[in-house]
T-cell receptor, first 115, second 115 residues
Framework: EAQVTQNPRYLITVTGKKLTVTCSQNMNHEYMSWYRQDPGLGLRQIYY???????DKGDVPEGYKVSRKEKRNFPLILESPSPNQTSLYFC??????????????FGPGTRLTVT | AQTVTQSQPEMSVQEAETVTLSCTYD???????LFWYKQPPSRQMILVIR??????QNATENRFSVNFQKAAKSFSLKISDSQLGDTAMYFCAFMNFFNTGKLIFGQGTTLQVKP
């Protein structure tokens, strides 16, 4: 089954404790992205990757890091989380080829709370 | 910078009626993609419909259709014969043809379909 998986689905942590949210896709997609969703603000892109070892900042990259060492994985790293990073996070992947190019396939979301 | 605006935070419609969700965007580009995504209470993000800016014909997917007005930079979504399962948050999104890694979302419209 074609899918994007994220782990963990729920996470409660404390300020300053480094954490990683994993994302993996099994569709061999070129593109992968991270978004955060906040009430009244919609989804905002944090980082995106157009291929292995190619990443770029989205609209809200501060406080986040990413890496793309393998095509299927795109982890999101919060090295020193703060309460303003409490949010719902989505990973997504897409491809330039196929019947529906650039359609984003989303993971199930990770609810992060930083206290 | 491109922006996407959804000016209707909440809407409601009676089952079997028709409803239109508004979206405007701002860009100086001529080639781009526009999308509508649906987020039901399960939080899963689902693509509803897409439109390529170079296509003059409005996209249609079953009960969902768009009214794409390129000069006015408007991209509204029409849902015909509304069903209870259409209850969800709907997001409009913009992608520049020359930067297909970056996706910009609107703030979202919560649609309630009433029986």
């Amino acid at each position: 089954e074609a899918q994007v998986t994220q782990n963990p689905r729920y996470l409660i942590t404390v300020t300053g404790k480094k954490l990683t949210v994993t994302c993996s896709q099994n569709m061999n997609h070129e593109y992968m992205s991270w978004y955060r969703q906040d009430p009244g603000l919609g989804l905002r892109q944090i980082y995106y990757s157009m291929n292995v070892e190619v990443t770029d900042k989205g609209d809200v990259p501060e406080g986040y890091k990413v890496s793309r060492k393998e095509k299927r994985n795109f982890p999101l790293i919060l090295e020193s989380p703060s309460p303003n990073q409490t949010s719902l996070y989505f990973c997504a992947s897409s491809d330039s080829a196929g019947l529906r190019p650039y359609e984003q396939y989303f993971g199930p979301g990770t609810r992060l709370t930083v206290t | 910078a491109q922006t996407v605006t959804q000016s209707q935070p909440e809407m409601s419609v009676q089952e079997a009626e028709t409803v239109t969700l508004s979206c405007t965007y701002d860009t100086s580009e001529n080639n781009y993609y526009l999308f509508w995504y649906k987020q039901p209470p399960s939080r899963q993000m689902i693509l509803v419909i897409r439109q390529e800016a170079y296509k003059q014909q409005n996209a249609t997917e079953n009960r969902f259709s768009v009214n794409f007005q390129k000069a006015a930079k408007s991209f509204s979504l029409k849902i015909s014969d509304s069903q209870l399962g259409d209850t969800a948050m709907y997001f409009c999104a913009f992608m520049n043809f020359f930067n297909t890694g970056k996706l910009i979302f609107g703030q979202g419209t919560t649609l309630q379909v009433k029986p």
